[in-house]
């Protein structure tokens, strides 16, 4: 992962489209596992699951500040590492206690080896 990415990948962004950031490659995802880049100021968890596929979600527990990214994805699931709580990789919802609130879901683009995100408001 690049780690940081404040330039959109593409040129000039249409009116009324959000900007979407090549933020690295998928040989730089763990086969099972996650990595945290910065897009714009916001930490985002990019995340490949047990399937293959790669999801972003911001990267911040919502129940405390902790770094999903850190956590065991359990097929298309992440558990955070502190108490356990587990995302739904694809809705960013918790599916356990003691997180009660969703972490946001951002668009996942992939081209060839290159993955690009587009983030959720
Ligand atoms: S900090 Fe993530 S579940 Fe408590």
């Known amino acids: 992962m690049a780690g940081t990415s404040d330039a959109p990948a593409t040129g000039a ?9 090549l933020v690295g490659t998928l040989e730089e ?33 919502t129940h405390a500040n902790v770094s999903l990214a850190e956590g065991e994805v359990i097929g298309d699931t992440i558990e955070c590492w502190l108490h356990g709580s587990e995302f739904d990789l694809n809705d960013g919802y918790p599916l356990s206690l003691p997180a009660t609130k969703p972490v946001a879901v951002h668009r996942v683009r992939l081209d060839g080896p290159s993955i690009y995100v587009t983030l959720a408001d």
């Open 13 to 21: 962004i249409p009116a009324g489209q959000a900007e979407e950031y």
């Open 29 to 61: 995802l763990p086969a099972v596992g996650g990595a945290v880049v910065e897009l714009g100021g916001r930490r985002v968890a990019v995340v490949r699951d047990s399937a293959g596929t790669v999801h972003a979600i911001d990267d911040t527990c």
